[in-house]
């Protein structure tokens, strides 16, 4: 049975910075890409950033790009957003997700998700 469990997320002031973590068990890590979703309340899930299982390829949405970034470690089973220069428009609830997806940035290409992390950034 396939389990992810996210961690790292907090309340932090806008310009600062939170790595999550992504723990993965249950198959074979490195055979299956991770990504990193994110939901505000009232909003639709939306993609944040995806890595190939062997870490080779990664994706972000525009909205992220050049303050995140997403990494792997395939003996830790585990998958990392490091997310710098944050702003309140960042607040949501993150989710990994794991799968072999044919379109990275659609939700229902995922098998398996977290329970979710809280990130709240203050202005």
């Known amino acids: 049975q396939v389990q992810l469990v996210e961690s790292g997320g907090g309340l932090v002031q806008a310009g600062g910075s939170l790595r999550l973590s992504c723990a993965a068990s249950?198959?074979?890590?490195?055979?299956?890409?991770m990504a990193w979703f994110r939901q505000a309340p009232g909003k639709e899930r939306e993609f944040v950033a995806v890595?190939?299982?062997?870490?080779?390829?990664?994706y972000y949405a525009d909205s992220v790009k050049g303050r995140f970034t997403i990494s792997r470690d395939n003996a830790k089973n585990t998958v990392y957003l490091q997310m710098n220069s944050l702003q309140p428009e960042d607040t949501a609830t993150y989710y990994c997700?794991?799968?072999?997806?044919?379109?990275?940035?659609?939700?229902?290409?995922?098998?398996?998700w977290g329970q979710g992390t809280q990130v709240t950034v203050s202005s």
């Open positions: 249950g198959r074979t890590f490195s055979s299956y890409a």
């Open positions: 890595i190939s299982g062997s870490g080779g390829l990664t």
């Open positions: 997700a794991q799968g072999r997806p044919q379109y990275y940035s659609r939700p229902q290409n995922y098998d398996f």
